[in-house]
């Protein structure tokens, strides 16, 4: 199996590309156990921060930005964008990971008039999972 074609599995310190090669997911940091992981159709609450660019880039949206309310969605739903939740699948409740999300991914060529978001740019987010319930849907959109 080639680094490019790996399946979205979380190992701590271990870049995971999708199959298309330009998402890079890395764990930054990992539960000591694992109660279950976040799949599809699993409802899940993070803290995140978004840029744009890199890790040094321009912050266009974050939990903090919203008064510290966490997002809540099903996993799967097309509540995020691709790139995010293509990353979030396989993390376990208290662990941390970077996305650099590739255009096509992301807000593609147009960019993204709510979030001041040009077009043809690579996203960043640094998400904790806070909380995973397995197969239940509850909703606190972005």
């Not at 995140?48 to 266009?60: F, K, L, N, Q």
Request: aromatic fraction near 8%; charge should be neutral; hydrophobic fraction near 35%.
């Amino acid at each position: 199996m080639t680094a490019s074609t790996e399946t979205l599995q979380s190992q701590a310190g271990r870049e995971i590309l999708d199959p298309y090669g330009r998402l890079v997911v890395r764990t930054l940091k990992k539960p000591e156990s694992c109660g279950g992981s976040a799949g599809r159709g699993d409802t899940v609450t993070i803290s995140y921060e978004a840029r744009i660019s890199s890790s040094s880039g321009p912050v266009y949206d974050s939990t903090a930005w919203r008064q510290g309310e966490p997002a809540t969605f099903e996993l799967g739903r097309g509540v995020a964008i691709p790139g995010v939740e293509i990353g979030l699948n396989g993390m376990c409740v208290g662990e941390v990971r970077e996305i650099d999300v590739p255009t096509a991914l992301g807000y593609g060529r147009f960019g993204s008039q709510v979030f001041d978001v040009p077009g043809d740019v690579r996203l960043w987010w640094r998400v904790e999972l806070l909380n995973l319930a397995k197969g239940q849907k509850k909703y606190h959109l972005f």
